[in-house]
């Protein structure tokens, strides 16, 4: 069975330019989680998607946002970059219910100049 | 916040058994205790999970005290290739489950 799938792995964008990210889940999965991790925050939650509906949401600006296709493939976006904004980017899917695990992607290493 | 405390560091020799603790004082009745490892430059990895009974699997055992307020995930045998960030979790299930991490324990194996 693949695991998570995350594109691009690497990204360099500049200050100002927004960026999209892509999660592809594990087959049968719904539920999909996106996660930031920097040296000085660890890693945090961002939001979470099931069926196409965003259904928790972490303590991130609104520059942040994200949505899912009905293949459960989700992408994530941030609008005008800052500097601040260079982490590594990790999705993570599950079945969305009952106490089955996330299981993560490689993530997306994203450097803003 | 996360609600776990685990040591910041520890390590073990190669083929003993590693046991790293945490504690979970103010866990739930539905809270399930999870442990995730990171190996550099990788995604968290799953190990195991439960509720209130052990668990074991090919990876690693759980044990969980009776009183639910810690526990310890054992590598039976440990190998170069376990040294990693090793997060202890507790969560809810299905549309509240949303991971906490804290800062996790690193774990050296030394040969």
């Known amino acids: 069975k693949a695991g998570v799938t995350q594109t691009p792995r690497y990204l360099i964008k500049t200050r100002g330019q927004q960026v999209t990210l892509s999660c592809s889940p594990i087959s049968g999965h719904r539920s999909v989680s996106w996660y930031q991790q920097t040296p000085g925050q660890g890693l945090q939650f961002l939001f979470e998607?099931?069926?196409?509906?965003?259904?928790n949401k972490g303590n991130f600006p609104g520059r942040f946002s994200g949505r899912q296709f009905s293949n459960s493939r989700s992408e994530m976006n941030v609008s005008t970059l800052e500097l601040g904004d260079s982490a590594l980017y990790l999705c993570a899917s599950s079945p969305g219910s009952g106490e089955q695990p996330q299981h993560f992607g490689d993530g997306t290493r994203l450097s803003i100049l | 916040d996360a609600k776990t405390t685990q040591p910041t560091s520890m390590d073990c020799a190669e083929g003993r058994a590693a046991n790293l603790p945490c504690n979970h004082s103010t866990i739930s009745g539905n809270e399930y205790v999870y442990w995730y490892r990171q190996i550099h430059s990788q995604g968290p990895q799953y190990i195991i999970h439960?509720?209130?009974n052990n668990e074991t699997n090919e990876m690693a055992s759980l044990i969980i005290t009776e009183d639910r307020k810690s526990s310890t995930l054992i590598l039976p045998h440990a190998t170069l290739r376990d040294t990693a960030v090793y997060y202890c979790i507790v969560q809810q299930t299905g549309a509240n489950s949303k991971l906490t991490f804290g800062k996790g324990i690193t774990l050296s194996v030394r040969p």
């Open positions: 439960g509720l209130k």
């Open positions: 998607y099931f069926s196409e509906t965003q259904r």
